[in-house]
């Protein structure tokens, strides 16, 4: 995992520095197509939760009571739309020590896949070279490694669903400073941010089969009402329970 390790601190380097405002939210892997009633086997992993305040200065302020209530919240929608996902879904297992460092590496991971993929493919003007389109069809290619194989209860299922999620709601003094900018010429400043992404990855080859990333969600996951919603899109063109609509792209 150690160079799993590095390329997490890059992409979430990238995070910081180079955000972007993505044009498309879903993308599925050329010629992969899930029916309903497969009869594959769908990992749910627990989902990362993190939600906080926005300090003035913009850096993220865990809020431990927060993070509880909405995770809370978004473990309940979940539950309630795993019935609707059109195949076998069951939960990772509870893990300890080693397995849950493992998960925890592979969540963080994914998170920093998605948000590559939002700044380097779905954010048309800044897209690479590798991923633009062919003349035939966008290039989504992405992948977490085939080490996902040794995650606990991988051997039981063939793919796994990876859930993250990020809300930081600006503090008092962002907000202010916000409606300070907006009186200054050429400059803009953003309060809050609710980030989600969800993807289904393969769990022999690591591959990153179908993602929705967005890096502008709504739902405030404090409230039942919120995370339902927050959930709803998270899973929204999930393969088998609704044919992906995938955003036409430009080069």
């Known amino acids: 995992m150690k160079f799993y390790r590095i390329v ?13 405002h993505g044009q498309e939210r879903t993308a599925v892997k050329a010629g992969f197509e899930l029916p309903p009633n497969s009869g594959k086997t ?48 069951v939960m990772a297992p509870e893990v300890y020590g080693a397995d849950a460092q493992l998960v925890a590496e592979y969540s963080a991971l994914f998170a920093a896949v998605s948000q590559s993929v939002i700044n380097y493919q779905f954010f048309v003007g800044n897209r690479l070279p590798t991923k633009k389109r062919d003349n035939k069809a966008n290039i989504f290619d992405w992948s977490l490694g085939s080490g996902v194989s040794a995650l606990p209860g991988a051997k ?30 050429g400059i803009a400043i953003k ?8 993807a289904l990855v393969d769990l022999k080859t690591g591959d990153v089969l179908w993602l929705n990333a967005d890096a502008s969600m709504g739902g405030d996951v404090r409230t039942a009402d919120g995370a339902i919603k927050r959930v709803g899109q998270l899973l929204e063109d999930f393969p088998g329970s609704a044919r992906p609509k995938v955003a036409p792209t430009q080069p």
């Open 191 to 198: 309060s809050g941010e609710h980030a989600g992404y969800a």
């Open 42 to 89: 769908i990992l749910v992993f627990r989902p990362t939760v993190r939600v906080g305040a926005q300090s003035t200065g913009g850096m993220f302020e865990p809020n431990g009571d927060w993070t509880d209530e909405a995770r809370k919240y978004i473990e309940i929608a979940l539950a309630a739309r795993q019935n609707g996902l059109g195949n076998r879904v």
């Open 156 to 185: 039981d299922a063939d793919y796994a669903l990876f859930i993250y999620n990020k809300d930081a709601y600006g503090s008092t003094g962002r907000k202010l400073l916000q409606i300070v900018a907006l009186l200054g010429p």
């Open 8 to 20: 997490v601190a890059a992409s979430l380097a990238v995070m910081v520095t180079c955000p972007a």
